[in-house]
């Protein structure tokens, strides 16, 4: 059974940092597409960033520049540096795996919460 669990999140006032880790359990992680989404209240969850297995990343316009997503595969665990964080990234985020067999998995997502 696969499982993921997010943890980092937080208060940080706007301008601050965070790191998200999101560990997973149950699969091949070196083999999937992981990603980090989040939605704020009364908003439509959307893409923040996504990783393939070789590397490959894809950020939301609103992440460039300030979000970097990585992965370390000996951990099975998945990140997200916030840097620079506004107001509007006040969010549930969560972590998303999408397996070779497309399959996908959701963690239950860690709040972040930040304070102009």
């Known amino acids: 059974q696969v499982q993921l669990v997010e943890s980092g999140g937080g208060l940080v006032q706007a301008g601050g940092s965070l790191r998200l880790s999101c560990a997973a359990s149950?699969?091949?992680?070196?083999?999937?597409?992981m990603a980090w989404y989040r939605q704020a209240p009364g908003k439509q969850r959307e893409l923040v960033a996504s990783?393939?297995?070789?590397?490959?990343?894809i950020y939301a316009d609103s992440a460039k520049g300030r979000f970097t997503i990585s992965r370390d595969n000996a951990k099975n665990t998945l990140y997200l540096r916030m840097n620079s964080l506004k107001p509007e990234d006040t969010a549930d985020y969560y972590c998303?795996?999408?397996?070779?067999?497309?399959?996908?998995?959701w963690g239950q997502g860690t709040q972040v919460t930040v304070s102009s």
């Open positions: 149950g699969t091949i992680f070196s083999l999937n597409t």
């Open positions: 990783i393939t297995s070789g590397g490959i990343t």
């Open positions: 998303k795996a999408v397996l070779p067999m497309g399959y996908t998995y």
